[in-house]
């Protein structure tokens, strides 16, 4: 099946530093991306939706000055995470939609650690 | 809003055992909806889905059935293995675009 690909996969930084995350379709095109967040034990949040060569939608309650999201071409979405501090640790996780079939594939996740 | 609803966990079984993880949602028109397994150390993976009422998604000996009355789509295999330790994810989707997930059930398998 298709792959999406993150990465970093696990990320460790200082607080107040920025850490960018990629999420890439190796093998299809995806107009549109997801970012979400899962917490420890819990279910995915969705953050933001991606569109390629568009501004991104944000959820309630995410700050998109915190979390910048770029979606520069049809296969790769970036999030940042701006001046993170340790409350932004967390498993991010991308979603990428196949733009023919509209089908979702799911990266692997990216674990950011903030000390 | 749209929501869905699952079983809390941890869920432990023995191998060969039936298992069953309870999901119901709510949503304001006629969803697609979906389970996703996330094995350890893995990305999710989308299990099943059924996009209709009465519709009936399968895939590695698992089953769900949308049940339009009761609203609920509940996630079944007759005999589980270890190998089938991981965490289930019930979702729906309207318009099959964002997925709204349910807060995930950890199911281990001992042999």
């Known amino acids: 099946g298709a792959v999406v690909s993150q990465h970093p996969s696990w990320v460790i930084c200082k607080s107040g530093t920025s850490v960018k995350i990629e999420c890439r379709s190796l093998d299809f095109q995806a107009t549109t991306m997801f970012w979400y967040r899962q917490f420890p034990k819990q279910s995915l949040m969705l953050m933001a939706t991606?569109?390629?060569?568009?501004?991104?939608?944000?959820e309630q309650g995410v700050e998109k000055d915190k979390f910048l999201i770029n979606h520069a071409s049809l296969t790769l979405s970036t999030l940042t995470v701006t001046s993170a501090h340790p409350e932004d640790s967390s498993f991010y996780i991308c979603?990428?939609?196949?733009?023919?079939?509209?089908?979702?594939?799911f990266g692997e996740g990216s674990r950011l650690t903030v000390l | 809003g749209d929501s869905v609803t699952q079983m809390e966990g941890p869920v432990t079984l023995s191998e060969e055992a039936f298992l069953t993880i309870n999901c119901t949602y709510t949503a304001t028109g006629y969803p697609s909806l979906f389970w996703y397994v996330q094995y350890p150390g893995e990305g999710l993976q989308l299990l099943l889905k059924?996009?209709?009422?009465?519709d009936k998604g399968s895939n590695k000996g698992f089953e769900a059935t949308y049940r339009k009355e009761t609203t609920s789509f509940h996630l079944e295999k007759g005999s589980v293995q270890v190998s089938d330790s991981a965490v289930y994810f019930c979702a729906l989707s309207l318009l099959g675009y964002k997925l709204s997930f349910g807060a995930g059930t950890t199911v281990t398998v001992r042999a």
């Open positions: 991606s569109n390629e060569g568009s501004k991104a939608t944000y």
């Open positions: 979603s990428a939609r196949e733009q023919n079939t509209g089908e979702l594939f």
């Open positions: 059924a996009t209709k009422a009465d």
